[in-house]
DNA sequence: GCGGTCAAAACGTGATCACAAAATACGGCC
DNA sequence: GGCCGTATTTTGTGATCACGTTTTGACCGC
């Protein structure tokens, strides 16, 4: 497995959740929100050595947290174990980004039908969300054209985790969050061959129509066009290199 | 939450799997599999309140592997953690149910076709798989026959997990995987409560026979209607008492 | 420049200890 | 029997150390 040499170097993007009770986030929950946000923006390439030792010395902690944050992260798939059992952000192969894509046609279009059906009739909450992701989406919308992908990456999980925390559903949220992890490493290295601008054909102003309207069978197929129109520029980026 | 007071006594049903490396099976990797295999069989029901110091002495290892494993089924949506970060077996609610019976049907069909993609045009490997199925399938209607709830759990997984594992689909594997220890608890309980007769009217054969011919569209409606009379089943089960 | 050898460094893992917080048990009181 | 206060027990967590294995780098010979 190809070992990166480069140090580790983590950015923090944005503040760890708040914690379960009194006593505020556990050290090994901070660590894994930081690791899991660098792992889904693609701050860390398919294939990136990493070690219990390694993150501990990144994060300031000492290695049992760092170990507790790795075991969660792998048991989600976003990193896997050599033969030896040293840790690496999981790699990626033409097959299991098929799988990838198949599962999330598969899970966020109904992901989605089930935020439009948590917001029931109640037209002032689908306006404030699709306000919300409207928002989200012009920003995003600067950042492919100032070709920050960076920013993209963290940006396109915001608007669809936006939509699908609305949801309320749990056990899918925690299955497409899997796949979101599994795929934003990958996600990253496209867009740095492709350039932003090959991402400005998403479906996201078709969601928040569809969205507003309330209108189902729409937003599950911008949903499954924007998951499609996404992945067709995996695909490019993984013949433009290998 | 509550705590179930009984001493922890979790019965070995099936050897650990394998190694990574040379070295054999790390501790933390036998104690997950071991606590796996208790919950999806349902040894421990949902709510049934555990700890890292009482799995620990359970399985006659430190506290550090229990740890590592407990983290892990954590991260599959097996285990849940109190406010205060007590473990337990993920509870069940209706709504919960639902979720998980609609993410089985969004994937698991889908797998089974894969199964069959996998398998190609070679009959004597369809004949094989379906043999084995066939099987397993005949243990368990006598398991049904003698009321034996632990031995339908541990047969009814092994029946559809060697179909499923025919796919080489990691992703989805691990995917449906997660929906399966969330089920197996409440799913024991359920069986518990209705008896086994209850569960005579799968599609086991259905779906043997859809993998004999090679088809695909009868495989994946089997599949779907063998969730569906489970789902049903569980449901009954769920209003028989609460 | 390449291959082999060896020593050092790095690694994952398990054990143990300590600490602070939470849960439980117990006794007294009403 | 329930409530309250207190003491005890149990708990999760983080730190550290040790061990065995793997990896890496330096060195030497060709």
């Known amino acids: 497995m190809t070992a990166a040499k480069a140090p580790l170097r983590i950015v923090a993007d944005g503040a760890p959740k708040g914690d379960a009770g009194g006593r505020g986030a556990a050290v090994h929950e901070a660590v894994y929100e930081r690791l899991r946000r660098a792992i889904m923006s693609g701050q860390l390439e398919p294939g990136r050595a990493l070690s219990v030792r390694s993150l501990a010395?990144?994060?300031?902690?000492?290695?049992?947290?760092?170990?507790?944050?790795?075991?969660?992260?792998?048991?989600?798939?976003?990193?896997?174990?050599?033969?030896?059992?040293?840790?690496?952000?999981?790699?990626?192969?033409?097959?299991?980004?098929?799988?990838?894509?198949?599962?999330?046609?598969?899970?966020?279009?109904?992901?989605?039908?089930?935020?439009?059906?948590?917001?029931?009739?109640?037209e002032g909450a689908r306006e404030k969300l699709a306000a919300k992701l409207l928002s989200i989406d012009e920003t995003l919308d600067r950042a492919i054209e100032q070709g920050d992908s960076a920013a993209y990456a963290r940006l396109n999980s915001e608007f669809h985790f936006a939509l699908y925390e609305a949801a309320r559903a749990p056990v899918y949220l925690g299955l497409v969050e899997s796949?979101?992890?599994?795929?934003?490493?990958?996600?990253?290295?496209?867009?740095?061959?492709?350039?932003?601008?090959?991402?400005?054909?998403?479906?996201?102003?078709?969601?928040?129509?569809?969205?507003?309207?309330?209108?189902?069978?729409?937003?599950?197929?911008?949903?499954?066009?924007?998951?499609?129109?996404?992945?067709?520029?995996?695909?490019?980026?993984?013949?433009?290199?290998?």
Chains 1, 2 share one sequence.
């Open 57 to 122: 010395a990144e994060f300031g902690v000492s290695a049992m947290p760092a170990r507790e944050a790795i075991r969660q992260l792998a048991a989600l798939g976003a990193l896997e174990f050599t033969p030896t059992r040293r840790v690496a952000v999981a790699h990626m192969t033409p097959r299991k980004l098929s799988e990838l894509c198949d599962a999330r046609l598969a899970l966020e279009p109904a992901l989605a039908a089930r935020a439009l059906t948590a917001l029931g009739d109640d």
């Open 179 to 242: 796949l979101w992890l599994q795929t934003g490493p990958f996600m990253r290295v496209v867009i740095g061959r492709l350039g932003t601008a090959a991402l400005e054909d998403d479906q996201h102003k078709e969601v928040v129509e569809a969205l507003r309207a309330g209108d189902r069978a729409k937003l599950e197929t911008a949903i499954r066009d924007d998951i499609k129109q996404g992945m067709t520029n995996i695909a490019r980026g993984y013949s433009s290199n290998e």
